[in-house]
């Protein structure tokens, strides 16, 4: 087994290496399909025998495969009788109880099989308006935690191999390990503010979000920031300004303000030097899951996640049968 590579990424200039180092149908020879990435998400176009063309958004963080409710209207949905409602676990100020229904997916892509199960049904209404880009649902962990998939981001692509032979990346690349749940991927990271030392943190790899980092109410203090800035404004730090993004639950406030380093399981080092910044959500911006769904899901988006404003610097290699992820400086295949 090769040592665990190291890359040391100077994005104010140049990126420099440091030291060197199931699906249900699992595709039997690699296939390569395109992408588009638009607005900092991912797209791909994918045929179900009874739904017919879909575009699906690629989204390691959305635990399960989900479909809009008005194109899955075109086949049979249906309801569970033990299980009614399912509750969405991240960030967003609006309700997070949806009810739970399910339809039969499988999907392909010319005569390649690529996904055979049963994805959850959502109401999108108003997500293609707010992404600017059609979108008939979302490709999530329950595929990408068992396929040997590579994205590029450009240009836009997807490779699926054979999880068994899931290959190491040739040249300069990092292996992080992570956290592997069934609900997503976490990342132990090190993030540094221009106000104090470095802090701990727990990200979720995150390819539907659009951010760099989204973090959760708990790294204020660390960033210099009020706890709740409507009741004390003044106090926030000089350099951050308000924002508002859009999660899973509905709409949410955030701050933005800059971030020196950041440090992924001592693999990836981004030294930014304050051209990078963070978004930090205000109180209420965030839904815990109950603790009945157990301890794993009540890690998910815990602490915050790491998006695509990051992720594209790299080509991601996802290899679930080692449990470890590859990332290579874009632009180096």
């Keep these: 087994m090769q040592p665990r590579q190291r890359l040391l990424i100077l994005l104010v200039a140049l ?5 060197l180092a199931a699906q249900t149908n699992p ?34 963080g959305f635990q399960r495969t989900t479909v809009a409710a008005t194109v899955a209207s075109k086949g049979e949905i249906r309801s569970s009788f033990w299980q009614r409602s399912i509750s969405y676990n991240g960030f967003g100020a609006g309700p997070t109880k949806h009810r739970y229904q399910t339809i ?7 005569q390649s099989p690529i996904f055979k199960e049963d994805a959850l049904v959502a109401d999108f209404s108003g997500l293609a308006k707010q992404l ?36 190491e990346p040739v040249g300069p690349h990092a292996i992080l390990l992570g956290q592997w749940t069934p609900q997503g991927l976490l990342l132990p990271a090190q993030l540094t503010f221009p106000t104090g030392p470095a802090v701990k943190a727990l990200l979720h790899f995150d390819t539907g979000s659009d951010v760099t980092l989204l973090l959760n109410t708990q790294f204020r203090a660390a960033a210099g920031l009020t706890p709740d800035p409507d009741s004390e404004p003044s106090s926030n730090a000089a ?79 996802i290899d679930p049968s080692q449990k470890r992820i590859y990332a290579t400086p874009a632009g180096t295949n």
């Excluded at 990126?15 to 030291?19: A, C, D």
């Excluded at 990435?37 to 791909?44: A, K, N, T, V």
């Excluded at 600017?132 to 699926?160: N, Q, V």
């Design 27 to 60: 595709p039997l020879q690699s296939i390569v399909l395109p992408l588009d990435y638009s607005g900092r998400h991912l797209y791909i176009t994918l045929t179900d025998e009874h739904l017919g063309p879909l575009t699906l958004m690629l989204d390691t």
């Design 104 to 110: 039969s997916l499988a999907l392909h892509s010319a």
């Design 132 to 167: 600017g880009h059609p979108i008939d649902g979302f490709l999530g962990w329950d595929f990408f935690g068992k396929a040997c998939a590579t994205f590029d981001y450009a240009p836009a692509r997807l490779t699926l191999r054979d999880p068994s032979r899931c290959p």
């Design 15 to 19: 990126l420099l290496p440091t030291t």
């Design 239 to 317: 350099s951050a300004r308000e924002s508002h993004g859009w999660g899973v639950n509905g709409r949410y406030t955030t701050d933005v303000v800059p971030l020196t380093k950041i440090n992924l399981e001592d693999q990836l080092q981004l030294n930014t030097g304050n051209n990078t910044s963070t978004v930090i959500a205000r109180p209420g911006a965030f839904a815990k899951v109950h603790w009945w769904e157990g301890a794993s899901a009540a890690k998910i988006n815990r602490d915050g996640i790491v998006g695509n404003g990051l992720l594209d610097r790299f080509t991601w290699t």
